[in-house]
Each structure stands twice: as structure tokens, then as C-alpha cells.
């Protein structure tokens, strides 16, 4: 099971954390991701951590605004998103993927196919 939260309305410029709580997984096996859906865009990849090694990785658009961490003891990942912009709005899902090799691949968000799944929570930023 995946359990986001977290999500909200914040004006421009302010910040959100969200949460992904996992569970019925073997947490370092995977890697969990962040990915984002505005109305009438395709579902974007925005960061990911490696549940073994704790490699992040970002989108550019989120380079220097966000930051993913994860506690492993608690099997969850966070999402710490500063500086938001209305571009930002978006439901934000959590995904997992087996992947529990050295290093994080470039592409894990784009040319891996996602075991799991959450359902969501929605970042609303107002100008």
C-alpha cells in the first residue's frame, strides 16, 4: 500500500512537504519515485530515491526547489517542494519500482515500468 499526503493550497513562493508512506514491500529493494499530472498534461517525473542506497535523482523543472528524502525505519518518502509556482500544480503520486542495483539510472522514471502505485494527493499554488 501506498499513502501519500501532504497536499495542499499554498500561495506562490511558498512550500509543501508530502509524504509517501509504504508498506507490503521490501523498502530497499526498490526505488520510489515522485510523479506529478496537471489537467490535460501527461504524467511528468519529478524525483526519485533508491530505497538501498538513498540516491536521488530530479526532474529539471525541480532542480534546486525540491528535495526528496526517505527514512527507511519508517518506509516512507518525502517530498520537500520550496519556491512554488502555479506550474507546480499537479495531483502528486508516489510509484515504486524493483530496482536495488548500485547507482540510479538516468531514465528510472521514464523507461521503467512502475510495480506500485498511490493514489494521489493534490498541490494546488495560487499566484
Known amino acids: 500500500e501506498f499513502v501519500e499526503s501532504g497536499g495542499g493550497l499554498v500561495q506562490a513562493g511558498g512550500s509543501l512537504r508530502l509524504s509517501c508512506a509504504v508498506s507490503?514491500?521490501?523498502?530497499?529493494?526498490?526505488?520510489i519515485s515522485w510523479f506529478r499530472q496537471a489537467p490535460g498534461k501527461e504524467r511528468e517525473g519529478v524525483s526519485c530515491?533508491?530505497?538501498?542506497?538513498?540516491?536521488?535523482h530530479y526532474a529539471d523543472s525541480v532542480k534546486g526547489r525540491f528535495t526528496i528524502s526517505s527514512d527507511n525505519a519508517k518506509s516512507t518518502v518525502y517530498l520537500q517542494m520550496n519556491s512554488l509556482s502555479p506550474e507546480d500544480t499537479a495531483v502528486y503520486y508516489c510509484?515504486?519500482?524493483?530496482?536495488?542495483?548500485?547507482?540510479?539510472?538516468?531514465?528510472?522514471?521514464?523507461?521503467?515500468?512502475?510495480?506500485?502505485w498511490g493514489q494521489g494527493t493534490q498541490v494546488t499554488v495560487s499566484s
Open positions: 507490503g514491500i521490501t523498502f530497499d529493494d526498490y526505488a
Open positions: 530515491i533508491t530505497g538501498s542506497e538513498g540516491i536521488a
Open positions: 510509484g515504486a519500482v524493483l530496482y536495488n542495483d548500485q547507482g540510479i539510472p538516468i531514465g528510472i522514471m521514464q523507461r521503467y515500468e512502475y510495480d506500485y
